[in-house]
């Protein structure tokens, strides 16, 4: 069952982030934390007055491998998927001239394995908070149309994405 916790309706001002849960119980700490990410997020790339918003579902496992065997062919969990709704450059041209969308729109949707998000946080030896606030900056620059597949952009992305969460203080070494 999807639920929501913050609902973008007419305005992106207030509301520039949906979350939902499917199939997982709502935790409003969850929420809190993407809130605190996503905003700083939105401020350093300049989205903050182009009136739009980031759809976030945080799910199982068995959800988040079944939607990457629908949209991406690839049989197995995986801890994010994202799905932008812009190419990097037509964003790139909206967010330089700083043109408001005309109604709010949807920046792309980004899912969360929380059980994964769990397993990873024990494997690397951080909090569970630090490996949430890493997937979620994460698939937010997947959005913006950043990638790691060649090593240039990769660190282009990693600096953006370490920035972000050292700017909130959920660094490497806050367990």
């Known amino acids: ?3 929501t916790l913050n609902s973008s309706s007419n305005s992106c001002k207030k509301n520039f982030l949906e979350v939902n849960f499917l199939d997982i119980q709502e935790n409003e700490e969850y929420v809190k934390l993407a809130e605190s990410v996503l905003e700083l997020a939105f401020k350093e790339e300049k989205l903050d007055k182009i009136n739009i918003y980031i759809n976030i579902i945080l799910t199982n496992e068995a959800n988040i491998k079944n939607i990457n065997n629908t949209y991406r062919n690839i049989n197995r969990e ?3 998927l994202s799905f932008p709704m812009f190419e990097k450059e037509e964003l790139q041209t909206i967010i330089h001239n700083k043109k408001q969308l005309p109604v709010c729109e949807v920046l792309g949707d ?3 394995s929380i059980p994964k998000v769990e397993k990873q946080a ?3 030896g951080h909090s569970f908070n630090r490996e949430l606030a890493y997937m979620i900056i994460h698939g937010f620059y997947h959005l913006m149309g950043y ?6 952009e990769k660190k282009e992305m990693r600096a953006k994405e370490e ?3 050292n700017s909130i203080n959920i660094t490497r070494n806050n367990i």
């Open 110 to 112: 980004i899912i969360i």
């Open 163 to 165: 920035s972000i969460l």
């Open 1 to 3: 069952m999807e639920k």
């Open 147 to 152: 990638d790691h597949i060649k090593e240039e």
């Open 78 to 80: 995986t801890d994010v």
């Open 122 to 124: 024990k494997e690397y």
